[in-house]
């Protein structure tokens, strides 16, 4: 079942987070709505993965981490106790900066999450796979290596496996942390194809420090910086007509 | 196509380590039972007369205490890997104790093992030979386990989690996999550092039971050779995963 479109899917009420004694993140407050890419902005260290983190619980991975306010998801709370992080993990996935295949096949690389899922009956896997790697185009470069190591892919090749990847999940959110960091100047506008194509059937959250590469993939766009959100809104908004002083100096590259 | 040959020449290292060890364990296995333990034999304390009675009496019993010493070492360094905290106080007093003994040097445990097997063979119990040999193997493999352990990237772990994965899957999918070659070069070294100090305990026990000090068994020279295979198959492992 699909979520309402109007309701929002994730919802952030003041939330602070620390690593240490670092504050990372200062009284943030906004929403995450479904179907849309929702991009967050900002120089490198003012909060970006850190925020996204929080989505699906990555952070309680380090020891010091801290937080408070409120994170929902579906109107649940993501830091409950009786909350499954595996299970929450599945429905929020997560792209890296960098492409991270596993040493696997790549059919088994697609299948793994698949199979975290409790699917094991092959031809169902098989389905997934073709349908996983064609809704990142890589099904018809890759049809004949199926079985072959991902090393024999290019690094954007690689990155589209890993977005097949977590889309074997079926999540409802899907996180693009840097996803073009590592990527060519011809394989970045695949990917960001790739974006724009999933964004009818997923909630994206796209993070970038790239601020054109913002303003082309995204719908709703968040500015931070020293991890404050400076500025959250239609992403045609802030890039032409900024609110605040230090979003308009970030666009236009005055400033980071 | 240069990712499928250097995965080939991963999976043929994986035949290497795995035939290597079957060679020293069927060596092992080959000479400790050359010359079968007569039932109800009785060797005196100096006079011990054959060699192989003793390996067949202690080591032979030993193997399967060795290997179950093995597999523990793997669960106690993943233990301390990935569910222990490396701030905590537990973590750094198991691991100061771990370094240390691994940094005994054989020819100490050696000692004990000539002292026990050869001068007091009728005498001793089983089990501080068992002690010998499970400090022998135990620190060895836990070293290089975690080594192994550490040695795998934080981001696969990280995309593990972020795909839904439970830490044991994701020890068994993607942490064992991926440490499983420095793994086996701590098991190789631990075989090295045992069969040497059998081929010295046999070395030994020749001399005080022949009147030529010169000739060396030629089981000695078998177990030597197994050492030496074993510790350099361990040198090429671990080279290899460092680069």
Request: glycine share 4%; aromatic share 10%; with cysteine.
């Amino acid at each position: 079942m699909q979520h309402p479109i109007n309701a929002p899917i994730l919802y952030i009420d003041d939330l602070n987070v620390w690593y240490g004694k670092n504050h990372v993140l200062k009284n943030l407050t906004f929403d995450v709505f479904p179907r849309q890419v929702t991009s967050f902005i900002g120089p490198s260290k003012c909060g970006k993965t850190a925020l996204v983190r929080c989505f699906n619980r990555l952070n309680d991975l380090k020891s010091d981490f801290r937080y408070t306010g409120k994170i929902q998801f579906n109107g649940v709370d993501l830091y409950a106790s009786n909350v499954n992080v595996t299970e929450i993990a599945r429905k929020i996935g997560m792209v890296f900066h960098k492409p991270i295949p596993f040493r696997k096949s790549i059919y088994d690389n697609v299948a793994y999450t698949a199979r975290l899922r409790g699917i094991k009956q092959s031809l169902q896997l098989d389905t997934i796979v073709e349908d996983c790697l064609r809704a990142v185009q890589l099904w018809d470069e890759v049809r004949n290596d199926l079985h072959a190591y991902p090393e024999i892919l290019t690094i954007g090749q690689q990155q589209q496996l890993c977005i097949a990847r977590a889309l074997a999940g079926n999540p409802e959110i899907l996180i693009f942390d840097e996803p073009c960091e590592q990527l060519d100047a011809t394989e970045t506008p695949k990917l960001e194809a790739t974006v724009q194509r999933l964004k009818s059937q997923y909630s994206l959250i796209f993070v970038t420090n790239k601020r054109r590469q913002a303003a082309r993939v995204s719908d709703i766009a968040g500015f931070l910086y020293n991890g404050e959100l400076i500025e959250f809104g239609q992403t045609e908004h802030l890039f032409t007509n900024p609110k605040n002083k230090l979003t308009e100096d970030y666009v236009t590259g005055r400033l980071g | 196509m240069n990712a499928k040959i250097m995965n080939r020449s991963e999976l043929i290292y994986h035949i290497i380590a795995i035939v290597t060890l079957a060679i020293i364990i069927f060596l092992f296995w080959n000479f400790s039972t050359d010359k079968p333990h007569v039932e109800g034999e009785i060797t005196s304390d100096l006079a011990v007369d054959d060699t192989s009675s003793l390996i067949d009496r202690y080591l032979y019993r030993m193997i399967p205490i060795l290997c179950g010493a093995g597999l523990f070492s793997i669960v106690i360094a993943l233990y301390l890997e990935e569910w222990l905290t490396q701030t905590t106080w537990q973590y750094r007093i198991i691991e100061r104790y771990i370094v240390i003994l691994a940094k005994v040097p054989s020819l100490v445990y050696g000692i004990f093992a000539v002292y026990f097997i050869v001068f007091h063979s009728q005498k001793v119990l089983n089990y501080p030979l068992l002690l010998i040999a499970i400090l022998l193997v135990m620190p060895v493999t836990i070293r290089s386990t975690q080594k192994a352990i550490q040695s795998v990237d934080i981001s696969v772990r990280e995309a593990a989690y972020a795909l839904g994965a439970t830490k044991l899957r994701m020890i068994a999918d993607n942490v064992l996999p991926n440490a499983f070659p420095l793994i086996v070069a701590g098991i190789c070294t631990a075989i090295s550092r045992i069969l040497a100090i059998v081929a010295l305990i046999v070395i030994i026990s020749n001399w005080i039971n022949s009147s030529n000090i010169f000739t060396i068994p030629k089981s000695a020279v078998v177990l030597i050779s197994s050492a030496v295979i074993a510790s350099i198959f361990s040198s090429i492992l671990d080279y290899k995963q460092v680069t």
